[in-house]
C-alpha cells in the first residue's frame, strides 16, 4: 500500500530524475509560449492513449506509432495550431518537425512524439516552428519555473496552466518513486478545437507493456471521466514518459504494480479534476458520483449522461437544487435500473428519496450550489459498483467563448 | 402514390371526422388555457410511441396500456404538472383523471388516455383539474378556434402552438383521408421538464396493428429526428386516433398503406420542425443531413450527434462556418467513415471536401447562417444512405430559460 504521497509545491513534470523541458514562443497565438518541449535524459519507457474520434490529427497518428516502439526521448508540443484535416501535407509537416528535434539533440528519428492543439485545417507555418524549435532546444532546463512555463506553453482558452508533482512511497517499493505531469484542455474550444492534451512523468522503471496497463487504468478514472461538453477532440492524447533514472522498479504485475497505479491515478485525477474547473466558462467544479450500481459501466454511463445534460449543466449554473433533472438524464442514460429505489443527494442534502419527492432544506441546497466546489450523489441501491465524473456547469460565458469566435 | 396533399389553413386535430375538442384554463399554469380534451365521437383505433426513458410519468405507463387495447374515445392532457415521480399517489391521481373524464362521457373507464407536461415531482392539485374536466367537457367543439385554443392549452415553454391539418388522396384509396395534429416541446425545460407531446387524428379506418407501424414510421423520421439537447422527457409521448369516420380505408399492408404511412409522415414531419423552430432559445431551425452513408441508422448517428453538439450549435449561433467542429462532432460518433472522402455543404457553400480545408466565400456562408432556416450537409462518399435532423441553435436565452428557472 502506499506510505506516503506528498506533494512538490511549485514543481512539475521535470521533477521525476531524468527529465530537461522548456516553453518558448514561436509565434503561433496571438501572445504567450506557444511550445514546449520535454526531453529524455536516457531512454524513457512510454505509453500511450489516443482520441477515439474518427478524424485523427497527424500528430496523434504519428505518436501512436512511436508509442507502439515502446520507447522514446522526448515530445514536442505546439498549442496554437491543431495540424489537423491538413491532408498527406500535413503528415509531412508533422514528420518534420520531430525530424528538426531529433537532429538538433542528436537523436535517432523515430524516438520524438508530438502533439498539437489549436486551429484545424490550417497548415503550420513551417519556419516559425523551425526557429522555435531552435529556441526550445537551447532553452532546455530543469529550473523551479520550467515547469510553469511548459503548462503555460501548452494551453489554448484555459485561463490557468495545470500541472504538479509528487513523491509516493510504498511499502511494495524498493525506493520511493517521483511523478510529474502537465495537461491542458477546458472543452473543445477556439480557436477552433482544443483539446485535451496531458504530459505524466516518472523516473520509475518498468516495461512498456505495464507502463501502458498503468496508464490505461489511470486514464479511465481520472482523464476519461472528465466531461465539459461531451465532444471528443481529433487531437485528444495523453502520452507517459518513464526515465528509470530513480531507484524505483517495477518488473511485473501485483502489489508493487498495484501501488504504481494507485499513485499514477492520484495524480491524473488531480490534473484531470483541473480540466473540469477550468471548462469554458465555468463557474463550478462539479463531482457526480453515482454509487449502488450492479456494473461499473453503468454507474460510469449514467454519471456521464448527468455530468453532459445541457439541462442539469444549466440548473448548476443557477444553483438549483433541480433533482427532477438529474433522473431525467439518469433515465436516459442506457443503463437498466429502477427509478423507484433511487436516492439523490446534493452535498448533505438529501433531496429525492426512492425516486420521489421527499422535504428537504430548498435554501440550504441552493446555497451549498454556489460554492466552487459542488458533489451530486446518486444511489441506485442495486449493487455495490461506483463511478465518479467530473464536469463543470453551462454559463452564459461558455455561449459567449463558443459562438463569439470566428474561424 | 399522393397525388394531392393539401394543408387546410387555421385547421387542426379535429380537421378529421369524428372528433371534437376543448381547451380550458384549470389553474396549472400561471396564466392560459392549460387543460386539454380531445374526444372520439367513435371508438377510434389507437396507437402510439413513448419515452424510452427509464424514469417514465404516470400518464405514459398508463396510457401505454390503454394503447395495448388498440382502442380508445379521448386524451386527456394537462400542461404545468407532469405527475411523474410521484409514487404511487402519482399513478391514483392520473387513473382519477380518467375516470372523471369516463364518467363524464359516458365512456368505459379504460377509453381515456392521459398526457401530461410541467413540473416533476409535485402531487397534482386535484380540485382544480375535477373544475377543470367539468368545464372542458362542456366545452367540447368543433369550431375553427377550438384547434389553436387546444394547441395553447399543452404548451410549457413553448413560444407559439403547434398544429396542422391536411387533406391527402392517393391513386390508391377509395377516397380522400384527412389528418389533424398538435404538438408541444421547445426542450427538456422549464417549469422543471417539458416535454414532447404530439397528438395526430385521421378519419381514416385502419387496423390498430397498421396504425402503430404507420406511427412508428413517421415518428422515426420526424419527431425522433428533432433534437433541442439531447435529453428526452420523462413525459414524451405521440399517439394517434383513427375514428373512421371518413370513407377511407386501408385494411392491410400494401400501396395503399404506404402512402398513408407517407402522408402522416408529411404531417409529423412539419410538426417536429416546429418544435425544433421553437427550441428555447433558438435563432434558426438547423437542417442537418448525411448522406452516402453505409446505413441509414449510421447517417442518423452522425445528424443527432452533430444536432446535439454544443460546440456546433454555439458555432451556428455565432454564425460561424466552422467546418472543423461539424467533422469533429461527426467522427465521434461512433460510426465507421473515412475522415478523407467527407464533403460538407453550408448552404450551397461547399466548406470541406475529401476532409480537408478548401476556398470558400467565408462571408457569403456566413451570411446565409444568419438565416432563420440553414441546412448542413455532410456527404460521406460511402454509399447512398441518408438520414436528416433538425435542431436548433444554442444562444444566451438558452442559458437564460434554464438557468434561471427556479424549482
Not at 531524468?18 to 509565434?27: E, K, L, N
Not at 501572445?31 to 497527424?58: H, P, W, Y
Not at 530513480?246 to 511485473?252: A, F, N, P, V, Y
Not at 474547473?277 to 454507474?299: F, N, P, Y
Request: hydrophobic share 40%; proline share 3%; net charge negative.
Amino acid at each position: 500500500m502506499l506510505l506516503r504521497w506528498q506533494q512538490v509545491e511549485g514543481a512539475g513534470i521535470t521533477y521525476p530524475e531524468g527529465f530537461v523541458a522548456s516553453g518558448v514562443r514561436c509565434g503561433l497565438k496571438t501572445q504567450g509560449e506557444d511550445l514546449a518541449l520535454l526531453v529524455s535524459e536516457s531512454a524513457s519507457t512510454v505509453a500511450g492513449v489516443f482520441t477515439t474520434n474518427r478524424v485523427q490529427a497527424a500528430c496523434v497518428q504519428y505518436s501512436r506509432r512511436v508509442v507502439k516502439n515502446g520507447s522514446a526521448r522526448a515530445i514536442l508540443v505546439n498549442a496554437g495550431n491543431a495540424n489537423a484535416c491538413n491532408g498527406e501535407q500535413g503528415d509531412r509537416d508533422n514528420r518534420t518537425l520531430a525530424e528538426w528535434v531529433s537532429r538538433r539533440l542528436h537523436l535517432p528519428p523515430d524516438a520524438v512524439m508530438t502533439a498539437s492543439t489549436g486551429i484545424i485545417g490550417h497548415l503550420l507555418p513551417m519556419e516559425k516552428l523551425e526557429a522555435g524549435i531552435e529556441d526550445a532546444v537551447a532553452a532546455l532546463d530543469r529550473e523551479g519555473d520550467t515547469d510553469a512555463l511548459l503548462a503555460r506553453a501548452i494551453m489554448t482558452t484555459d485561463t490557468f496552466p495545470k500541472y504538479g508533482a509528487f513523491e509516493a512511497d510504498s511499502d511494495q517499493w524498493v525506493a520511493p518513486i517521483r511523478f510529474g505531469g502537465m495537461c491542458k484542455g477546458s472543452g473543445m474550444i477556439a480557436p477552433n478545437m482544443a483539446t485535451m492534451l496531458a504530459f505524466v512523468t516518472t523516473d520509475a522503471r518498468l516495461p512498456a507493456a505495464l507502463l501502458q496497463e498503468a496508464m490505461n487504468r489511470a486514464v479511465a478514472v481520472s482523464f476519461n471521466s472528465v466531461t465539459v461538453d461531451g465532444d471528443t477532440s481529433t487531437n485528444d492524447m495523453c502520452l507517459i514518459m518513464a526515465s528509470g533514472m530513480g531507484e524505483g522498479e517495477i518488473s511485473r504485475p501485483g502489489t508493487a504494480f498495484e501501488d504504481f497505479v494507485d499513485a499514477l491515478t492520484r495524480l491524473c485525477v488531480g490534473l484531470a479534476k483541473e480540466v473540469a474547473r477550468d471548462g469554458e466558462g465555468a463557474t463550478k467544479l462539479v463531482e457526480i458520483v453515482v454509487r449502488g450500481a450492479a456494473t461499473e459501466a453503468g454507474a460510469h454511463r449514467i454519471a456521464k449522461t448527468i455530468a453532459e445534460s445541457p439541462l442539469v449543466k444549466t440548473a448548476l449554473f443557477g444553483n438549483d437544487p433541480n433533482w427532477g433533472r438529474l433522473l431525467m438524464a439518469a433515465g436516459r442514460a442506457g443503463v437498466p435500473f429502477d427509478p423507484n429505489t433511487i436516492d439523490v443527494r446534493i452535498g448533505d442534502h438529501l433531496v429525492c428519496s426512492q425516486g420521489g419527492s421527499i422535504e428537504f432544506d430548498r435554501d440550504g441546497a441552493h446555497d451549498y450550489l454556489t460554492g466552487r466546489e459542488v458533489q451530486i450523489v446518486l444511489d441506485l441501491n442495486m449493487g455495490d459498483e461506483v463511478a465518479t465524473v467530473w464536469t463543470c456547469d453551462y454559463s452564459y460565458d461558455y455561449i459567449k467563448i463558443n459562438a463569439e469566435y470566428h474561424t
